[in-house]
T-cell receptor, first 116, second 114 residues
C-alpha cells in the first residue's frame, strides 16, 4: 500500500524559533499534498493544499507567512512554522493524494510540535 | 458550509459486541465519504471509501453505508475486539471542493474491553 512518512515525529522548540516538518510519499508520486492541524479532542482542520511546482493554497484564517509550504518534488512537501509560539503547539499531519483528486488520501503518522 | 457530525463522541463496549458508529453531514453534494481510524498520537489509517454513487463498502468485519440524500453514513463493526479500540473519523469530499479537500468530523472514541 501507499506509504507516507513525516519527519520529525516529535519536536520541542523555544518560542520564536522556526521548525521544518517534512512529508514524503515513499512509493508513489503525489502531485497534491495536504497539511492538517489537530488540536486535542478536535477534528483535523485543513491548513493548506500543496501542489508540486506551484504555490500552496491556504485555508481561510491560516497565515501563509507563518506557515511556509514548499512542494519542490513529486514526493516531498515541507511545512515550516516560522517564529513559533506556544499557541502553535499542535499535532500536524500531512496527506498525499493518490490517483487523481477523487482518490484516497494517504496520511502520514503526524508530527507533535510543542513550543515552550 | 459543510459540517460533519459524529455520534456518539465516545463508546465503550465489551469484546464481541457488534456496534454502529454514526456520521452525518449537512450538505449532500459530496463526491465521496471516507472512514478513518486514528490511534492515540498517530496518523490516520483509511478504512473504507464510499463514492457518492455507492451505497456501501465492506472490508472484513467493517461495513460502511452511505445515504447521501439524508446526509448519513454508518460504520458497522462486527464482533468487536480490543484491538479495535481507537478513534474513528468520518470525512467527506465536497462536490466542487478544492482538490479533494477532506472535511472531518470530531470522531468517535471507541473502547473495546476484554
Amino acid at each position: 500500500g501507499a506509504v507516507v512518512s513525516q519527519h520529525p515525529s516529535r519536536v520541542i522548540c523555544k518560542s520564536g524559533t522556526s521548525v521544518k516538518i517534512e512529508c514524503r510519499s515513499l512509493d508513489f508520486q503525489a502531485t497534491t499534498m495536504f497539511w492538517y492541524r489537530q488540536f486535542p479532542k478536535q477534528s483535523l482542520m485543513l491548513m493548506a493544499t500543496s501542489n508540486e511546482g506551484s504555490k500552496a493554497t491556504y485555508e481561510q484564517g491560516v497565515e501563509k507567512d507563518k506557515f511556509l509550504i514548499n512542494h519542490a518534488s513529486l514526493t516531498l512537501s515541507t511545512l515550516t512554522v516560522t517564529s513559533a509560539h506556544p499557541e502553535d503547539s499542535s499535532f500536524y499531519i500531512c496527506s498525499a493524494l493518490g490517483q487523481g483528486w477523487m482518490g484516497t488520501q494517504y496520511f502520514g503518522p503526524g508530527t507533535r510540535l510543542t513550543v515552550l | 458550509k459543510q459540517e460533519v457530525t459524529q455520534i456518539p463522541a465516545a463508546l465503550s463496549v465489551p469484546e464481541g459486541e457488534n456496534l454502529v458508529l454514526n456520521c452525518s453531514f449537512t450538505d449532500s453534494a459530496i463526491y465521496n465519504l471516507q472512514w478513518f481510524r486514528q490511534d492515540p498520537g498517530k496518523g490516520l489509517t483509511s478504512l473504507l471509501l464510499i463514492q457518492s454513487s455507492q451505497r456501501e463498502q465492506t472490508s472484513g468485519r467493517l461495513n460502511a453505508s452511505l445515504d447521501k440524500s439524508s446526509g448519513r453514513s454508518t460504520l458497522y463493526i462486527a464482533a468487536s475486539q480490543p484491538g479495535d479500540s481507537a478513534t474513528y473519523l468520518c470525512a467527506v469530499v465536497n462536490y466542487g471542493g478544492s482538490q479533494g479537500n477532506l472535511i472531518f468530523g470530531k470522531g468517535t472514541k471507541l473502547s473495546v474491553k476484554p
